[in-house]
């Protein structure tokens, strides 16, 4: 029987969650710049308080703006809740700390950011958190790592900065496995080039401040319930997770199990983490993010398109001594790419430039176009040197695990003309060469 | 809170508070291949305002263990010996789609055992297209993404269910897609054949003597109000409210049922 259809990405990243707003008719979803929200009556300000009516209390906890952008982000992720945080690390901390405290363990793969690495190396260990961090190609490791007090398996969809491509059925499968859930940083890929629901991660978060941005104006995050995992089963077989499967004294009593059968990782997060560490995201920024959403396919394309085209021309270059990008059949992660990737694996690669530290000192600085700065998935093209910056508090061993090298450089593909981003980059690298 | 019931366990959600027999008690009872929580908002409310609330899984749904039942009778029959269990004498009923069947036939089986009857999402009769049954039977998914576009009017009601930031479409999908992977047993299509034999509405209907509601939903694909003149002609003292929704009610408008509901409970 032929069916109806979901709408497309391209529709919900327009209308997903926003409707005309009822009291003035915009079309724009607007900016609820406010704190709090009056009640209609004592009756109904405690039965908001209670979660016996839907609604807005103070936006700490949740704000008309923010509610769109975090239902849209869960209707193009195929999830069933979103929530907006200020940053994307308050995302990936407010996911992690919802299920794992004091005594915790969680499994992470090693090629990550480095401020994630440092939330889970240092700070969260610093809270009785312990992570092992693990080759993400390897699936033993994975396994073996492990432990009763396992939480949550960990790790990028595209791992910051070597490109590894998780394979994600098969990194789920060992979490499913063991009852876990997997947690996967999608800031690189975004819904539009991959659904990791789809493919058995259970939570997902973003740095918005990226591509679903686009602008490189507002710092953001998103973590999303994706509602696959049972909670409840993994709790019936192993005890974890009595977060959420037994009572909470800090919400009378609530099991959020029961209150949701297939939300309460996103009900907790956000009756507990977002109430209590309060890293909620702006409706300024909110409504930024919204912006952006709105031609996140058309700016994918676009992005992915001038990436392949500047891959390429760098493969031949003769000041580089190789690139990096999963599309390219040099890649460890070629055929899992083609499978998992098949709209493009993202505007973010590296390569690697001839020549010593100072070749890609000349190198960044001579550079017009693109701009040297720590970001990635703007609208204009970035380049970043990730020895010196972003993973400068990685040890060098762990470095080169990473993939690491002193003249690796990242770049960030953004929407200019693709002849005019070459001819900048040919310009840096002959100017990286001189004095070599 | 856990019931045995037909030598099975039964779990009724009592809306976070504890059952207290002297209180009027409300049963909630959900639809095709759902739990419980889908009554969540309104649920809690009665809960919290003087009603013991026992929203059932039925039997072969989320934590209810056993078989899905091939018939409204039976369901009713099983829902009246979970009143037994929970020591309640009568109850309002409420009863969403499938359950709104459930609901009608209990009220006949038993009429003294009910004080007032809600019916929601509601017509008779209750007819399944051979090829959404096809579907169902054949590819259970499927029909889950078909039954879960036509029961959404919008991919932007407010204020979302079970609140801000929750994308109620996906969580039904979510919700149906747990029910399967629960229990493998064909529930979906189990429950439409229940829904779809169902024979006794008419009659089970012009039995009715208590105090009835009717809410509608008036974008409600799967049982649009003009299909239900049967009903509410032959109920004709019940009272009808019709919100701006399609079939998922309580997720949809959560506060218009819900104040219809506990404004039909107190009166």
């Known amino acids: 029987m032929s069916g109806p259809k979901y709408p497309g990405f391209d529709t919900l990243s327009l209308h997903a969650g926003a409707a005309p707003d009822p009291a003035t008719g915009a079309r724009a979803t607007p900016i609820h710049f406010t704190s709090s929200f009056a009640f209609k009556s004592s009756d109904h300000a405690a039965s908001l308080f209670n979660m016996e009516r839907a609604g807005h209390v103070y936006s700490r906890i949740s704000n ?25 690390q308050a995302a990936m901390h407010l996911g992690l700390s919802t299920i794992a405290g004091a005594g915790s363990h969680i499994v992470a793969s090693r090629a990550l950011y480095g401020g994630s690495h ?33 939480k949550v398996l960990f790790a990028e969809t595209l791992g910051n900065p070597g490109l590894d491509v998780l394979n994600i059925p098969h990194i789920a499968a060992i979490a499913h496995e063991h009852f876990l859930p997997l947690m996967v ?43 696959t995992f049972d909670w409840q089963a993994a709790y019936d077989r192993t005890g974890r997770y009595a977060e959420l499967c037994e009572p909470y004294d800090g919400f009378h009593g609530m099991v959020f199990a029961e209150e949701s059968t297939v939300a309460p990782f996103a009900l907790r997060a956000r009756r507990e983490g977002l109430r209590d560490f309060g890293a909620v995201m702006s409706p300024h920024n909110a409504f930024a993010v919204l912006q952006g959403i709105e031609t996140l396919g058309l700016r994918m394309d676009r992005h992915v398109t001038n990436t392949r085209k500047i891959v390429q021309w760098l493969l031949s270059h003769p000041a580089v001594e190789s690139v990096s990008y999963p599309e390219l059949p040099s890649h460890p992660d070629y055929a899992l790419a083609q499978t998992l990737l098949p709209k493009g694996a993202g505007a973010v690669f590296t390569f690697n430039l001839r020549g010593d530290r100072a070749a890609g000192q000349r190198f960044v600085d001579s550079l017009k176009i693109f701009s040297h700065l720590a970001n990635v998935g703007d609208a204009k093209s970035l380049v970043i040197h990730p020895a010196s910056t972003t993973h400068f508090r990685v040890p060098n061993d762990q470095l080169a695990l990473a993939g690491i090298r002193q003249g690796t450089m990242r770049l960030s593909v953004g929407l200019e003309d693709a002849d005019d981003l070459i001819e900048d980059l040919a310009h840096g690298l002959k100017q990286s060469q001189k004095g070599a | 809170m856990l019931f045995t019931v037909e030598n099975t366990i039964a779990y009724c959600y009592t809306g976070g508070k504890t059952f207290h027999p002297a209180q009027p008690t409300a049963v909630f009872i959900h639809g095709a291949q759902n739990d419980h929580s889908v009554w969540a908002l309104q649920t809690r409310y009665f809960a919290h305002h003087g009603w013991n609330v026992l929203a059932v899984d039925l039997p072969g749904h989320g934590r209810s263990q056993g078989e899905a039942k091939t018939s409204v009778e039976a369901l009713a029959h099983w829902l009246l010996a979970v009143l037994d269990a929970a020591g309640v004498e009568q109850a309002m009923l409420a009863g969403h789609s499938m359950g ?4 009608l036939e209990a009220a006949f089986q038993a009429p003294q055992r009910v004080s007032h009857l809600a019916l929601l999402g509601s017509t008779y009769p209750m007819k399944v297209s051979p090829a959404l049954l096809e579907t169902a039977r054949n590819d259970e998914q499927a029909a889950i993404d078909m039954v879960n576009i036509w029961s959404h009017s919008s991919i932007a009601q407010k204020p ?21 992977a629960i229990n493998p047993q064909q529930v979906f299509y189990t429950d439409f054949y229940a829904c779809n034999a169902y024979a006794n509405g008419e009659k089970a209907a012009a039995a009715v003597r208590c105090p009835t509601l009717f809410i509608f939903g008036a974008r409600d694909m799967m049982t649009p109000p003009k299909s239900t003149k049967l009903l509410t002609s032959t109920i004709a003292h019940g ?3 019709m919100v701006d929704s399609g079939h998922e009610l309580m997720a949809e408008q959560p506060d218009a049922v819900l104040d219809a509901l506990f404004s039909f409970a107190t009166s």
Not at chain 1, 64 to 88: C, K, Q
Not at chain 1, 126 to 149: K, L, Q, Y
Not at chain 1, 203 to 223: Q, R
């Open chain 2, 100 to 103: 709104s069947l459930i609901a």
């Open chain 1, 118 to 150: 440092n939330l889970l190396a240092y700070t969260l260990k610093r809270f009785g958190i312990e992570t092992t961090f693990v080759d993400p190609r390897d699936a033993d490791a994975w396994s073996s790592a492990i432990r009763p007090n396992t």
């Open chain 1, 185 to 227: 940083d999608a800031t690189f890929t975004t819904p539009y080039l991959l659904r990791p629901f789809e493919h058995g991660a259970d939570l997902v978060f973003h740095s918005a401040t990226k591509f679903l941005c686009g602008h490189g104006t507002a710092i953001g995050g998103l973590l999303v319930d994706g509602g």
């Open chain 2, 160 to 180: 979302s269910f079970p609140g801000p930031g929750f994308y109620a479409m996906g969580g039904a999908r979510r919700l149906k897609q747990r029910i399967s």
């Open chain 2, 239 to 241: 009272k009808l409210v």
């Open chain 1, 64 to 88: 008309p703006t923010n509610a769109v952008l975090e239902e849209r982000i869960a209707a193009l992720e195929g999830g069933v809740a979103g929530i907006a945080t200020a940053s994307g």
